[in-house]
């Protein structure tokens, strides 16, 4: 990769600047004012229709085989979701897909 | 204060799961960053400044394909355009706080951090600012240290570390997990399924914007499948 130092700072500069800008955007401009209850009605939505949308892509199209479906990878994240909604404990969940992703990596599938 | 205290501790222990898949994900970036030529000092600077997972990988990406600088900016800072949301999810709790103390919390807002304290705020809404800043910098600053010392972990080991580990999947393992005790009622599920759903159809839309559309779809579905539900009939 030919990136010259100085494009790497002003690349790591912009990218700080602006993610702060986004994550500050709310809190800095709302301050203590109160939302009203329909926005804060969608606003508890955020976590379950955010996360999915990232996980999704990685579960059927994961980075490491380039995009091609996995079933080691697909099988685990099955698991995982099975026994979080089930125990709704989160270590547990990560325990189990873990277990499952590396014995069904070592079965050779 | 001493209440404060506990609730730092609160989030810190709540937070530390995270630290074994937030580690390994920031060995990830630390991995990719060296192969791509950049020192241990510029890897760590780059996730210290930025600490953010997927606009990190998506900007590394893009320099690896040679694209201008200021395309490599944007298309980064739109992989991050979540983060308004949770900004203004995060305000309607600590939207109170002092301005500098406001600012401290946006620099380190993270996915994980952000979900643990969301769902804390929401089932202890009576909780107080300061409890709630303290349980917010409990677990933020735990992730966001460990995600730094992985990078750092992971540039210095550069191509030792083996294929087997699989260290790609444990940032979705550790999403699901953290996604699927919040399915509790039929607005959340349809909206989760809704997003992972369109998230997929659109996942060739350039520059991560599948992902916001995808979003903003579920989250109306929730919100009014909430409304409806709880309307006298």
Not at chain 2, 40 to 56: C, D, E, P, R
Not at chain 2, 96 to 121: C, E, G, M, N, Q
Not at chain 2, 139 to 156: N, S, Y
Request: hydrophobic share 60%.
């Amino acid at each position: 990769m030919n990136v010259s130092p100085t494009t790497l700072w002003m690349i790591i500069a912009g990218l700080a600047f602006g993610s702060w800008l986004l994550r500050f955007s709310f809190l800095g401009i709302i301050g203590n004012k109160e939302l009203p209850e329909w926005a804060k009605r969608h606003l508890r939505y955020t976590v379950v229709a955010v996360m999915p949308g990232i996980i999704a892509p990685l579960v059927f199209m994961p980075r490491a085989t380039g995009g091609v479906f996995d079933l080691p990878r697909f099988v685990a994240a099955a698991v995982t979701l099975a026994v979080g909604v089930w125990s709704r404990n989160l270590l547990i969940a990560i325990g189990a897909g873990a277990v499952t992703l590396y014995s069904m990596l070592n079965m050779g599938f | 204060m001493l209440s404060a205290r506990h609730d730092f501790w609160k989030g810190f222990w709540g937070a530390l799961p995270f630290c074994f898949v937030v580690g390994p994900y920031g060995m990830v970036f630390g991995v990719l960053a060296a192969e791509s030529g950049l020192n241990i000092f510029t890897s760590i600077a780059f996730s210290l400044a930025v600490i953010a997972g997927a606009a990190q990988f998506t900007a590394l990406s893009l320099m690896h394909d040679q694209a201008p600088t200021i395309v490599v900016i944007i298309v980064g800072l739109t992989v991050n355009l979540r983060m308004a949301l949770y900004s203004a999810t995060l305000a309607t709790h600590l939207g109170k706080a002092p301005f500098w103390t406001r600012a401290l919390v946006a620099y380190s807002i993270l996915d994980h951090s952000f979900a643990l304290s969301d769902a804390k705020y929401q089932n202890n809404p009576e909780m107080t600012l300061s409890q709630k800043l303290a349980f917010y910098f409990g677990a933020t600053g735990l992730v966001g240290a460990i995600w730094v010392i992985g990078t750092g972990i992971g540039a210095w080991l550069g191509a030792r570390v083996p294929d087997w580990l699989a260290l790609d999947f444990a940032m979705p393992i550790a999403f699901i997990a953290l996604v699927a005790p919040a399915l509790r009622t039929v607005p959340q599920v349809a909206a989760a399924f809704t997003a992972a759903m369109l998230a997929l159809v659109l996942a060739p839309v350039p520059y991560g914007l599948g992902l916001i559309i995808a979003a903003i779809v579920a989250l109306l579905l929730g919100a009014e499948l909430e409304r409806r539900m709880e309307a006298p009939a």
